[in-house]
């Protein structure tokens, strides 16, 4: 927290980030010298002992931050390889610079419309900065837990029901930027945000469910009345037609008795034209 403190001060100043990590590792004094040129006599005098405290294996995704008498030694972590320490003076912390993902705990959260939905997701990173993650924070995987717990919570806060359900993408590139922002100084770099599941209550999914039924319902009465209304229109027209050639009308009915008597039918009801009685009438 010092650390930071004296980040955000230089910051006001004008001074970077490196400036200040260059700073922390300046000089270590005359008695730090002292220390460590009798620390390297006793080293080389020893040599056939001290050589297996001082080499120092870091595999290919890790790095090494040397504290030489509590101060970092060098402003770029030690590795992949092999490097030397001195005894007694450095200690050395590893840092694993593989991305790690970790599942966010379900959490009840009340949208802006005043819903409670409970909302779980996966947050990815790595460590793209050593010496920060381990300077400026003391543990940098679980203050990265903690603040995407409480990112979740504020971003979703201010989303509708309507929104958390369909922009879920938007919803998650929003926590990513506000997550990498912030562990920016712990040397943290989120590199995907995900949002999981949105479980709803159940007495909402059946409101939910009852007016997506109501809709359909409507939508398809809508599609029915299109259809007579056309149907009726498409009649209209027909008949239409038919009155300009009375023959057409007689086709039809011997059509439409054609069609009766192909389903072998035992009683057969032919429909008689009324212009065809007139026709006798008038004889």
């Keep these: 927290m010092e650390m930071e403190d ?10 970077s980030k490196d400036d200040l990590i260059s700073e922390r590792t300046g000089a270590l004094g005359c008695i730090g010298w002292f220390i460590v040129i009798l620390a390297g006599i006793f080293t080389i005098l020893l040599f056939p002992i001290t050589i297996w405290f001082c080499l120092k294996i870091v595999q290919e995704y890790e790095r090494a931050v040397i504290f030489r008498l509590g101060r970092i030694t060098d402003r770029k972590a030690k590795g992949p390889g092999i490097f030397f320490v001195l005894p007694c003076t ?3 912390t590893k840092v ?5 993902s970790f599942d966010i705990p379900p959490q009840e959260i009340l949208t802006k419309d005043s819903v409670t939905v409970s909302v779980d997701g996966v947050v990815y990173f790595r460590v793209s900065d050593p010496i920060a993650s381990v300077a400026n924070v003391s543990n940098a995987d679980f203050a990265t837990r903690l603040l995407a717990q409480t990112t979740l919570r504020n971003v979703l806060g201010t989303k509708n029901l309507a929104e958390l359900l369909s922009d879920r993408e938007g919803i998650a590139h929003s926590m990513q930027s506000s997550l990498d922002e912030a562990t920016d100084d712990w040397g943290i770099k989120v590199e995907r945000v995900e949002i999981k599941d949105v479980k709803l209550p159940v007495q909402l999914q059946r409101a939910m469910a009852a007016e997506a039924e109501a809709s359909r319902e409507a939508r398809a009465k809508v599609i029915a009345a299109e259809g007579e209304m056309n149907a009726s229109r498409a009649l209209k027209e027909a008949s239409l037609v038919i009155a300009e050639s009375p023959s057409a009308l007689q086709l039809r009915y011997l059509q439409t008795l054609n069609t009766i008597a192909a389903e072998k039918n035992s009683t057969i009801i032919f429909p008689l034209p009324m212009d065809v009685l007139s026709h006798f009438m008038r004889k």
Excluded: H, P
């Design 6 to 15: 004296q980040m955000e001060s230089q910051k006001r100043r004008g001074i």
């Design 90 to 92: 450095d200690t050395f």
């Design 96 to 100: 694993d610079l593989r991305t790690v």
